[in-house]
């Protein structure tokens, strides 16, 4: 077949582009159009009487006591746990690529608690602190439960620093701290905030946690936090103070990701 015409290839980017659609229409459909159906019920007065009132549902919502304790405590989470967090997954992978012998025997333990049911470890919890009355119990929790991803993500920026550039360090005469402090960990601050980033995501979803922790839907004030408050508006059929605080705590996650992608291109830069 000489006049037979050549089959037109599909290009790379527009297979690429049909790979995703189903991405894509999942994400629309569960996601985005829920979220602007939420900015839709945080705008009117109630879901019988759909009169627009503007931002009123959002004062309210700001003016809340119980809204402003929650924020409080879920903004000192971020403020006292994340830190510790990053500290102590950087101090375990700067030991895991020492080879430091007793932390290398060990290193499966800080996968665990990614694939430990939280039901489980809840009750070894509630032992340990039944005496405790502050929010140690959840922090120390939302720390053990982070710790895992922190640690292999930190660990695989570690691994990819050459080893040229360290012997190069050590020629001139630095030293441990000066070597971590000036040169590996400011050449993963990319990685670093990445990890901040994550675990500061993840200090918003800790309320399966705190919830089979305390059993109960109002625990004491210290530990009360945003997703009780719209968890609990929820249940009193209060759709305007859920959408308007579910709405307000997607502009604070928005915003402390923003910033930190932000702070990442400036790095990467």
Known sequence: MKNAKPKKRMKWNTKCRLCLLPSLLGTAVFFVIPFIRVVYYSLIKSQFKRDFVWFENYAETLQNKYFQLALKNSLLLILIAVPILMALALLISLALSYGIKWVRKTRFAFVLPMVIPTASIVLIWRGVFAENTTALPIYLLFIWKNIGICVVLLTAAFASIEGSVLEAARLDGASGFVLHTRITIPMIAPTVLFTMLLS???????????????????????????QYYMNNNFLKLDYQSLASAAVLTSILVFGIVMGGMALQRRYDR
């Open 200 to 226: 500061i995501v993840n200090s918003f979803k800790i309320f399966k946690e705190s919830y089979l922790y305390y059993g109960t839907n109002y625990p004491p004030d210290h530990s009360y936090t945003l």
